[in-house]
């Protein structure tokens, strides 16, 4: 294959293997002969997108039938770009099969959801010690990690605020069966060392947690560097508006790749669906025993799930939550419904008026 002539911009000593490129990546390439290249989405600006390649970086468009499908490529997403130099420019033509991905808002029926970043193996819960602790929370947050394929992992970060921060684990790990939960402190660096496990070279991680919990301090530390300043350093245009777009892909000094997306951050309980189930299993498991199938463990009789909750063996603050989140996502998914409905009856509108302007054609 010949070497397509793409316009670089920024250098970097990475090869595409060192970005998570794997042998499925490879074969999904392989049907791709001629000037194309494969690359990483490190960032999606309005209507242009930074993709990583092999050793530097080439900003670049969508191609039409992309656009058409409405299949936007987000931060994470694995890329297949083709160069037009008669154009003078780099196209994504192609987005290759995600291995996990976050998405905005209940997916619609033409699976019209959002993506927000693809390819995540690893999701950092990030909690902090103080107000922010929360088991609710964070089993919201669980259900959305859950959902997205990620495998989670709970952050208690400011553990240095903390009297006991042992405890403050043991709280949170009683509302997260079977996840990692690990105390640290991004402002001094105590207890990063048990995130090590998590960060493995070309594997992808994300955070997501709410405002203030220390996640762009984490990144730092864990970077060694301030990635988040640095980039943050913004050139103005006349009007006032911020030019340039910061990048949210990084590879960390051991070879980990840290996706930092803001759309991310502050991911909603839309698209958790499949979360729930796994964020509570013991209460699926305890449904079984219920006489009712679709029993919604609200007072109806035999209920499995009340009764535990009387017996002791199951804390009433987790069977609000299950259903405060389950009652949340029914009403996410009736929204998108309303939606789609309404953007029905608007497709059926420009019909209905091209109809018309037809048929007022035909009349003359
Ligand atoms: P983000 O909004 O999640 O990105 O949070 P930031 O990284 O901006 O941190 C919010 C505030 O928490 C800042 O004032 C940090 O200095 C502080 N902070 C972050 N990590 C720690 C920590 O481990 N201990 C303490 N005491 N403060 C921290
Ligand atoms: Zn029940």
Request: proline share 5%; net charge neutral.
């Amino acid at each position: 294959m010949s070497q397509p002539s793409f316009r670089c911009g920024e250098e970097h000593p990475y090869t595409l293997n060192d970005l998570g490129w794997t042998e499925e990546h490879e074969r999904a390439f392989s049907k791709y002969t001629g000037p194309y290249l494969p690359g990483r989405v490190a960032c999606r600006q309005k209507t242009v997108w930074d993709v990583l390649i092999d050793g530097g970086s080439v900003t670049a468009g969508i191609s039409g039938a992309l656009r058409r499908l409405g299949r936007f490529p987000a931060v994470g997403d694995f890329v297949v770009l083709l160069d037009q130099p008669e154009a003078g420019t780099t196209v994504i033509v192609d987005i290759l099969p995600q291995k996990t991905r976050f998405a905005r808002g209940a997916p619609g029926r033409e699976g019209g959801d959002q993506v927000i970043a693809a390819n995540i193996d690893t999701v950092f819960i990030v909690t902090a010690a103080g107000h922010d602790l929360n088991a609710r929370r964070t089993e919201r947050y669980l259900a959305i990690a859950h959902a997205s394929g990620a495998s989670p992992v709970i952050v208690i970060n400011k553990s240095d605020l903390a009297d006991d921060p042992a405890a403050l684990a043991d709280e949170l790990a009683a509302a997260s069966p079977g996840i990692p939960v690990i105390p640290v402190s991004a402002a001094s660096g105590e207890g990063l060392d048990r995130l090590g496990p998590y960060l493995l070279p070309r594997r992808t991680i994300a955070l997501i947690g709410s405002s203030g919990v220390g996640k762009s301090t984490l990144i730092n530390r864990l970077m060694g560097r301030p990635v988040q300043e640095t980039s943050h350093t913004r050139d103005y245009d006349d009007r006032g508006r911020h030019t340039t777009t910061v990048r949210q892909l990084f590879v960390l000094e051991g070879g980990a790749l840290m996706i930092d997306n803001p759309g991310l951050r502050e991911v909603g309980i839309g698209t958790a669906s499949a979360g729930i189930a796994e964020t509570f299993p013991e209460i699926l498991e305890l449904a079984e025993g219920c006489r009712f199938s679709d029993c919604r463990h609200e007072g109806e009789p035999g209920c499995a799930v009340q009764a535990a909750v009387a017996a002791g063996a199951l804390p009433a603050a987790r069977l609000e939550s299950f259903q405060r989140l389950m009652r949340e996502l029914a009403f996410e998914e009736e929204k998108a419904e309303i939606g789609l409905v309404r953007l029905e009856k608007k497709r059926w509108k420009a019909i209905g008026k091209c109809a018309r302007d037809i048929g007022k054609m035909k009349g003359k």
